[in-house]
């Protein structure tokens, strides 16, 4: 069955800092790569997805990632974090075979001002 | 609004009672997933619709869940003889399967906590 793995539970982080968030999933096979994004007390929403094509995707408020095939990764980054980005992150795959979308453990991001 | 709509947004319940959520998926969205959400932890599958037809149902949906989606448009997620265990925040996502890669994301609405006591 295919799985997500993020790499770390919690990020505290000051404002201006840059942020990467690791993801990893299991299959090997073609798929489709989403990081949602949970701000507190809101419902999820996405950040950005990849399909096929450039490997470095852009998404909303400056937030960018990068499909590594041959590592089955996803990171997300995000060159300045402000206090605004703190919320919890989640990876999330859907391969062409299977019709649910699996979603990893999250990451929560803490940004000190 | 017209985004993912769901209620109640938080039941609290004793155990052993039964509680039933609804979900209205964005318009004319022809899929509908319901997830379970516990804290720490990121969306379980626990099944999706196409239309009225329930395609696939995940091994954490015990018999004590059902799912329906009678219209094709809003759906409910009834939980009977509920345990402290089925405590959790249940979302409701909806996508447009068939127009292409765009139907590949699916747009989550803000949930509904369910608190058994």
Redesign the interface.
Known sequence: AQS?SQHN?HVILSEAASLELGCNYSYGGTV?L?W?VQYPG?????LL?Y??GDPLVKGIKGFEAEFIKSKFSFNLRKPSVQWSDTAEY?C?V?DNYG????????TRLSVLP | DTG?SQDPRHKITKRGQNVTFRCDPISEHNRL?W?RQTL??????LT?FQNEAQ??K?RLLSDRFSAERPKGSFSTLEIQRTEQGDSAMY?C?SSLWGTG?SG????????SWLTVV
């Open positions: 997500v539970h489709n989403f949602y809101q419902h999820l929403q996405l997805k399909f096929s989640f999330a859907k019709q649910n979308f699996v979603f990893g453990p999250g | 993912v997933y997830y720490g932890q990121g969306p379980e599958f999706y395609l696939e995940s979302l996502a890669l590949n994301t699916i747009y989550f609405g803000e949930g």
